[in-house]
């Protein structure tokens, strides 16, 4: 039976963080470091910790130590019916967030295999954001994330580093990267990058070693290339606003302001007419048939290009899940 533990910024440090209150004896983690310190070296079923808070949690996370397996793991993730906890697919400042705006630590490293990270909004202004460690995090999995890193340190908003086994999956995600380096920095072993969006960067998605599979993703915006490398043969059904995106069903120059419902002020969600709608592939194999705000995919013939599915007049929204950790970790 899983182990659920809470953190609320509103709290403060020393509760044991078996409930979300904020004041006495058993309220929630005040961080989601202080979660993190608490979790055992050996855990006997899966480990679920659930955040949320109005305030910046501003302490840095590594998640190292602990024993872990496809039966037993580690997970974080927002609860999307909590006031201030998961974000509605673009950056709200009212819903958890990670958030590191001095100093030059990793705002979040992943030092242990089997972790999934569902539903966080990650900021780092000068470091990495996201540190998936060298032989350390694989079979990894993030998901429905919003990860930003700033223009204050030229460093990677993505540093993927998932080793031999590697296997880290990025799904419906968002990443954006405001320095003068890339965003996605892949150099894992079975990489899969599947309905993700990569706004801005020297490179979106750069593959450097190691085998990477892109799938139904978009890059917009690189000074460089919103792709570049050589990526796996089954590496098909993306977008790019240059020519870059790779495979033989994918979408070149797209215009970002025709494909996105507010691109300017960071609403990634698809706008009627949008390149993107349909000019997907069914991933269900995979992912869940679910997009960043838990629309069930496909809405229309086939799955849509990016995080988030369109919803036309008369559509279905599924109600947003808070765990879908099954198939997440389903042919990881």
């Excluded at 996201?130 to 993030?142: G, K, Q, R, T």
Aim: aromatic letters at 10%.
């Amino acid at each position: 039976m899983a182990i659920t533990r809470y953190v609320n910024t509103a709290s403060s440090p020393g509760g044991n963080g078996t409930t979300n209150a904020t004041t006495g004896a058993n309220r929630a983690f005040a961080s989601l470091n202080e979660a993190e310190a608490a979790i055992p070296a050996s855990i006997d079923d899966w480990y679920d910790i659930v955040c949320e808070g109005q305030n910046a949690d501003t302490a840095a996370v590594d998640f190292a130590g602990t024993t872990t397996s496809a039966s037993n793991y580690v997970q974080v993730r927002t609860d999307p019916n909590a006031t201030y906890g998961r974000h509605e697919g673009k950056w709200n400042a009212s819903k958890y967030r990670l958030s590191l705006t001095s100093g030059t630590p990793y705002p979040l490293q992943i030092h242990e295999p089997y972790v999934l990270i569902i539903g966080l909004q990650v900021y780092g202004w000068y470091q990495t954001t996201l540190h998936m460690a060298y032989n350390e995090s694989d079979n990894s999995v993030i998901d429905s994330c919003i990860i930003w890193h700033g223009s204050s340190g030229n460093n990677p908003c993505i540093g993927d580093y998932g080793g031999r086994t590697g296997n880290v999956k990025y799904v419906n995600s968002i990443f954006i990267q405001d320095a003068a380096d890339r965003n996605l920095r892949l150099r894992g072993y079975g990489t899969k990058v599947l309905n993700c969006v990569a706004i801005g960067g020297t490179y979106g998605y750069r593959h450097e070693t190691g085998s990477v599979e892109i799938i139904n993703s978009i890059g917009i915006g690189a000074s460089e290339a919103d792709f570049s490398g050589t990526f796996r043969g089954s590496t098909d059904n993306n977008a790019s606003s240059d020519d870059s995106a790779p495979g033989s069903n994918s979408l070149t120059e797209i215009d970002p302001a025709a494909a996105f419902t507010d691109y300017s002020n960071g609403d990634f969600s698809l706008k009627s007419g949008s390149d993107l709608i349909d000019a997907g592939t069914d991933l269900s194999a995979v992912m869940d048939s679910v997009d960043i705000i838990g629309t069930s995919r496909p809405q229309g013939d086939y799955w849509d290009i990016g995080a988030f599915e369109y919803v036309d007049e008369g559509g279905t929204l599924s109600i947003p899940v808070a765990m879908h950790h099954y198939n997440l970790l389903r042919s990881a």
